[in-house]
């Protein structure tokens, strides 16, 4: 069975730094993409960055030059945030394209204090 199981959320003050972990249990055959979303109250969930299997990446542009997506082990993905905003307060959650299926992790709640 594949879960992902996402690490690293916490409490920052705004101009602070966290650092996400996403580690996927299970076998694992193919991975095709690494995903972070996230969703704010009252909002609908959203794709912040993305790195597929080739290295390439891509980041909604309200967070461009500020978070880095990363891939570590074969079983294991990052995003680095910097520069954190009031505006970043979510859940964030891990995604994973692996096996031909779609998989997400249960959340990690980032707050940002201003």
């Known amino acids: 069975q594949v879960r992902l199981v996402e690490s690293g959320g916490g409490l920052v003050q705004a101009g602070g730094s966290l650092r996400l972990s996403c580690v996927i249990s299970?076998?694992?055959?193919?991975?095709?993409?690494m995903a972070w979303y996230r969703q704010a109250p009252g909002k609908q969930r959203e794709l912040v960055a993305l790195?597929?299997?080739?290295?390439?990446t891509n980041y909604t542009d309200s967070v461009k030059g500020r978070f880095t997506i990363s891939r570590g082990s074969a079983k294991s993905a990052y995003l680095q945030m910097d520069s954190l905003k009031s505006e970043d307060t979510a859940v964030y959650y891990c995604?994973?394209?692996?096996?031909?299926?779609?998989?997400w992790g249960q959340g990690t709640q980032v707050t940002v204090s201003s």
């Open positions: 995604n994973g394209r692996l096996n031909l299926q779609t998989y």
């Open positions: 299970g076998s694992i055959f193919n991975i095709e993409r």
């Open positions: 790195i597929t299997s080739g290295g390439n």
